[in-house]
Nanobody, 124 residues
Framework: QVQLVESGGGLVQAGGSLRLSCAASGRTFWSLVMGWFRQAPGKEREFVAAIRSNSARTYYTDSVKGRFTISRDNARNAVYLQMNSLKPEDTAVYFC?????????????????WGQGTQVTVSS
């Protein structure tokens, strides 16, 4: 079993930056594909980014390409999301997720483990 705890959310002005962290428990973190999803009020949860277990590949939704960077540190059982040039439309609760899809996936059904989320609010 893997437990995930996000941190690093907060209030930031448009154009600013935040770094989200996700701490994982369990001995199998190194084998998981890790992803970040977000959910804005009144909207469905949407994919943001994913990274393979060995960091060899990453995958981003189009709206964050060039602004967000996903990374991981398997020695620390952690995954990160560096968010730059933030926009008001990035406002959402951000969730860390882990799973074992055969390929990097943007489908939330492919992820078995979820954190509780951290709020990111970008003011204009």
């Amino acid at each position: 079993q893997v437990q995930l705890v996000e941190s690093g959310g907060g209030l930031v002005q448009a154009g600013g930056s935040l770094r989200l962290s996700c701490a994982a428990s369990g001995r199998t973190f190194w084998s998981l594909v890790m992803g970040w999803f977000r959910q804005a009020p009144g909207k469905e949860r949407e994919f943001v980014a994913a990274i393979r277990s060995n960091s060899a590949r990453t995958y981003y939704t189009d709206s964050v390409k060039g602004r967000f960077t996903i990374s991981r540190d398997n020695a620390r059982n952690a995954v990160y999301l560096q968010m730059n040039s933030l926009k008001p439309e990035d406002t959402a609760v951000y969730f860390c997720a882990g799973g074992r899809p055969l390929q990097l996936s943007d489908a939330h059904d492919d992820y078995d483990y979820w954190g509780q989320g951290t709020q990111v609010t970008v003011s204009s």
